[in-house]
C-alpha cells in the first residue's frame, strides 16, 4: 500500500508540473533513442555485412600455386608437372570429403565468337571457362535449363557446355530448345563444337564477385576439354568450400598440411592455402569497436538526463519542504520520505525510457529501411535500456530523495 501510495503522488506531481517533467525526461528519452538507434543499426550493418560475406563465399579456402623462392627477382614460371592435376584434386577432396561441400577447378580456354548452329544468323563473344563439377555450387550458378557440368563430363573430356540465358536469347528464336543445340566457337586459327547441355541465368548481376553468373557471356565446358584445348595438364588455383562455417579453420589448417607434404619434394613451388575468415573477424571487430564507441558517446546524453533527474528532484524537495515537513511531524519515516521522492524519479526516467526506446526502435527501423539493410532490434539492448533507465532514476534520485529524508520537521515546518 505503501508503495502504490508513493506512486501515486508521485504521479500527482508530475501532473502538476508536466512542462518541467517533460523537459527532466527528455535527456533521458535522447540518451536512450540514441543508444538503441546506435546499437540497432550497428547490428544492422554487422548482419548485413555477414551475409554479403557468406555470399561472396569468404568462409571459402583458396589453394594457389606460388614459387618457393624468396628472392623477388626470380621470374621462374611453373611446368605442367608443378600444376595440380584433376586427380590430385580429387585425392584430396575425398580425404576431407565430411568437411568439404565442393571443390571449384578453373582453366581458361580462350575467348572466341559464338553461334548456334541451328539458330539465329547471330554471334556473341563468349569467354570459355573450363570448369570442375562443383564450381556451380561454389560460385552460386543458378540453371535454368539443363545440368551443369558433372564428373562423367571431366572424366571423358566430353565436348559439353552450359551456356548463358543471354547469349541463348540473343542467338535462338523465341520458343526454341537450347538443349542438345550445338555452339560453334570460332577462335582466330580454331573452331570449337559443343553440345549444350544446360542454361544459366546471366540476366541480372547477381552471384559472386569472384566469377559466378555476373553479367558476362561465359560458355562452361569441362575442365579436362579445356586442358587439352589449351595444351595444359593441371591448373595453379582451386577453390573449396567447407560443409559448415564452423570447419573452415580446422579444414584450412589440414589444406595446408596436405599440400606441404604432397609439394614436399618440389624444390621451386608450393601450394598457398589461404582463408579470409580472419579478415572478415577484424572486419565485424572493427565494426563492433565503432559501435561501441559511438554508444559510448550516446551514453554522455544519458548521463546529462541524469544529472537533470537529480536537479529538478533538488528543486522539488525545496517546493516540498512544508509538505515533508507536515509528513515527518505526522510520524513519516526517513524511508518513508526518502522512498517517495525515489520512486518520483524513477517513474520520470520509466517513462523517458519508454518513449525513448519507442523512439529509438522506430529511427533505427526507418534508417535500416532507408539503407536498405536487414532491421536487426535486439530484445536484449531493450530490456537493457528500461532496466538502465530506472537504474538511472534510482541513483541521481538518491542524493535528493536522502536530502529530503534528513530535514528537521520543525525546520521544515518554518519554511515559507
Given at each position: ?15 502538476t ?9 527528455l ?75 565442393a ?13 548456334i ?26 540453371l ?119 609439394y ?32 559510448v ?35 513519516a ?10 520512486i ?22 526507418v534508417?535500416?529501411?532507408k ?46
Amino acid at each position: 500500500m505503501l508503495i502504490m501510495e508513493n506512486f501515486m503522488l508521485a504521479i500527482n506531481s508530475l501532473r502538476t508540473n508536466k512542462m518541467r517533467a517533460l523537459l527532466t525526461m527528455l535527456g533521458i528519452i535522447i540518451g536512450i533513442s540514441s543508444v538503441i538507434a546506435i546499437v540497432s543499426i550497428g547490428d544492422s550493418v554487422s548482419k548485413n555485412t555477414a551475409n554479403e560475406m557468406k555470399a561472396y563465399g569468404m568462409n571459402n579456402i583458396s589453394v594457389s600455386l606460388t614459387s618457393k623462392s624468396t628472392d623477388e627477382n626470380s621470374s621462374s614460371s611453373p611446368a605442367q608437372s608443378d600444376m595440380l592435376t584433376v586427380s590430385q584434386v580429387r585425392e584430396y577432396n575425398n580425404q576431407y570429403k565430411d568437411d568439404i561441400e565442393a571443390v571449384a577447378l578453373e582453366s581458361d580456354a580462350g575467348t572466341g565468337k559464338a553461334r548456334i548452329t541451328n539458330g539465329k544468323d547471330a554471334q556473341s563473344s563468349v569467354d570459355v571457362d573450363g570448369v570442375s563439377e562443383g564450381y556451380s555450387t561454389i560460385n552460386k550458378v543458378k540453371l535454368t535449363k539443363g545440368r551443369s557440368i558433372t564428373a562423367s563430363d571431366i572424366d571423358k573430356s566430353t565436348d559439353v557446355a552450359v551456356v548463358p540465358s543471354k547469349m541463348v536469347k540473343k542467338l535462338l528464336s523465341e520458343g526454341d530448345n537450347p538443349l542438345g543445340q550445338e555452339v560453334r566457337v570460332i577462335y582466330d586459327d580454331k573452331i570449337l563444337t559443343f553440345t549444350i547441355v544446360g542454361v544459366y541465368d546471366n540476366s541480372q548481376k547477381s552471384g559472386t564477385s569472384f566469377g559466378g553468373y555476373s553479367d558476362t557471356q561465359k560458355v562452361y565446358i569441362p575442365v579436362s576439354t579445356a586442358m587439352e584445348v589449351n595444351g595444359e595438364s593441371g591448373v595453379q588455383f582451386i577453390t573449396v568450400m567447407p560443409k559448415t562455417d564452423s570447419v573452415a579453420s580446422k579444414l584450412t589448417s589440414e589444406t595446408t598440411s596436405y599440400f606441404d607434404t604432397l609439394y614436399k619434394s618440389n624444390r621451386d613451388f608450393g601450394m598457398q592455402v589461404y582463408n579470409s575468415q580472419k579478415d572478415v573477424n577484424d572486419l565485424m571487430s572493427s565494426i563492433d569497436k565503432i559501435k561501441l564507441a559511438i554508444t559510448v558517446i550516446a551514453g554522455i546524453a544519458l548521463l546529462v538526463g541524469g544529472i537533470g533527474v537529480m536537479n529538478i528532484m533538488l528543486v522539488s524537495v525545496t517546493e516540498r519542504t512544508r509538505e515533508i515537513g507536515i509528513r515527518k511531524a505526522i510520524g513519516a519515516k526517513r524511508k518513508h520520505i526518502k522512498t517517495q521522492f525515489i520512486i518520483e524519479a524513477i517513474i520520470i526516467c520509466g517513462i523517458g525510457g519508454i518513449i525513448g526506446i519507442a523512439l529509438g526502435l522506430t529511427l533505427a527501423t526507418v534508417i535500416a529501411i532507408k539503407m536498405s539493410l536487414p532491421v536487426a532490434i535486439s530484445p536484449t539492448v531493450i530490456i537493457i535500456s528500461v532496466l538502465f533507465s530506472m537504474g538511472i532514476g534510482v541513483f541521481f534520485g538518491f542524493y535528493p530523495a536522502n536530502k529530503a529524508s534528513k530535514l528537521d520537521p520543525i525546520e521544515a515546518l518554518r519554511y515559507e
